[in-house]
């Protein structure tokens, strides 16, 4: 590709932009005019380009124009441009080949973790922005999707050999892939989820590490390493990988509950509260990932109280809790306990009362720390009548009779002391 005549080169990216769909997502109308200049003069069709300076934007853009080649800046309000790579795949989703997808940012971190979600950036450019760079990197990005090096394609052989159950041709390609990179990141990704199949989990994890020594923080590797670690019930392993997940790549609701879940486990609750900052900032939030935030809130509260780090700590925690349950009966109770258990409804009540000044709830509705006070006094004497109490949540979910959990992993560190407290069926 590097020998073709630029002539040449220009006259096949110009005509593999004149059908192209463009949409440009960026907050700065600088760059969003410069874009669009560079695309226009490749070859773009105005009347197919789409610029937008939202992400929320930019998300219907997509489920309207389906736009082939996406443009978006890393960083779109409080959200990330790589976020919009999965919007436009499930717009197009048996097009990937005849789609680009580019991030532009103007911090060089940031670059490094558009190059590590390779095979899905197809490329990414620094900030400041020159006609010359944009246009050198679009047409390799689209040239390389027209004519790809030998190792993707070899990748992609591989990778069609594997879905078809062809486990011996997939590795065969996969490792003859390998010398034709500088950075061969990708095929051991592969690599490694074929002995994953073959239920060989020790290579497997070499083979995804080896192709962490190239890029540490290389998205498929991680991953693939992660559910590994995983299935050996590795945690804490597992969970430095999975919180390197959540540091570099756009949060999911089903990422986030996994690294709650984790940091739960192997005792990590100073880090609760930034993960409550994370999903604060989703807006897909299932009822799943709900109930594992305000276990996850309800049982570091708890954590800080146990071991006297302060009770305001424990007390704002609980509060978000609270805010975030919505009335959920269940995770109300099990905060209101936590404070009679500590002699604290007298101060849960006053932070109430400060978070909602005058607000008066219908009994039958009342949310949030204003309903905490509410039911003490009933649910104290439930418990001096000794009636058994429900888990937080249900008999098979993790966080069932989490007292329990928190004791057998943070005793032996002599980090915790909690009394067992019985739970009944669900």
């Known amino acids: 590709m590097a020998n073709l005549d630029p002539k040449k080169e220009a006259e096949s990216f110009a005509k593999y932009l004149a059908t192209r769909k463009i949409l440009i997502a960026d907050p700065s109308s600088t760059a969003r005019s410069g874009l669009f200049n560079v695309f226009r003069e490749l070859g773009a069709k105005p009347n197919l380009t789409v610029l937008v300076n939202s992400f929320s934007q930019a998300e219907t853009a997509i489920a309207s124009d389906k736009p082939h080649i996406v443009v978006a800046e890393y960083e779109l309000g409080k959200r990330c441009g790589l976020e919009l790579l999965q919007k436009q795949r499930e717009s197009r989703p048996d097009e990937s080949k005849e789609c680009l997808f580019v ?57 069609r050999l594997m879905a078809d159950g062809d486990l011996d041709g997939a590795e065969a390609k996969f490792t003859e892939a390998i010398p034709l990179d500088p950075s061969p990141s990708l095929a051991m990704a592969y690599l490694g989820q074929v002995k994953v199949i073959r239920q060989a989990l020790d290579v497997a994890r070499d083979k995804f590490q080896q192709g962490l020594d190239y890029n540490r923080i290389h998205y498929k590797c991680l991953v693939g390493l992660y559910d590994v670690l995983m299935k050996e019930q590795e945690h804490v392993a597992a969970y430095d990988v999975v919180r390197k997940l959540s540091q570099y790549f756009p949060a999911n609701p089903k990422r986030l509950a996994e690294v709650l879940r984790l940091a739960i486990v192997i005792g990590k609750y100073e880090d609760i509260e930034k993960y409550y900052s994370v999903f604060t900032n989703l807006d897909d939030r299932d009822e799943t990932l709900i109930k594992y935030v305000c276990a996850a809130l309800v ?41 009679l258990e500590y002699r604290l409804v007298r101060e849960g009540r006053a932070q109430g009362a400060h978070d909602r000044p005058g607000a008066r ?36 979910d993790f966080f069932s009779g989490q007292e329990a959990e928190l004791r057998r992993h943070s005793e032996g560190e002599g980090r915790l002391r909690l009394e067992r407290r019985a739970t009944g069926p669900t």
């Open 103 to 159: 991030i532009v940012t103007g911090n060089t971190s940031q670059t490094a973790v558009a190059r590590s979600a390779e095979e899905d950036i197809d490329a990414y450019i620094l900030k400041p922005l020159t006609p010359e760079l944009v246009r050198r990197t679009i047409m390799k990005a689209a040239l390389e999707k027209i004519r790809p090096r030998a190792y993707v394609v070899h990748i992609d052989e591989g990778k």
């Open 299 to 339: 049982v570091c509260g708890k954590y800080y109280l146990s071991t006297k780090l302060g009770h305001t700590r424990a007390l704002e925690l609980f509060r978000k809790a609270a805010v975030t349950a919505s009335g959920r009966l269940n995770i109300l109770k099990e905060i209101i306990l936590a404070l």
């Open 361 to 396: 709830a219908h009994p039958a509705r009342r949310e949030g720390p204003s309903a905490l006070h509410g039911d003490a006094a009933g649910f104290a004497g439930e418990r001096a009548q000794g009636r058994r109490r429900p888990a937080l949540f249900g008999r098979g």
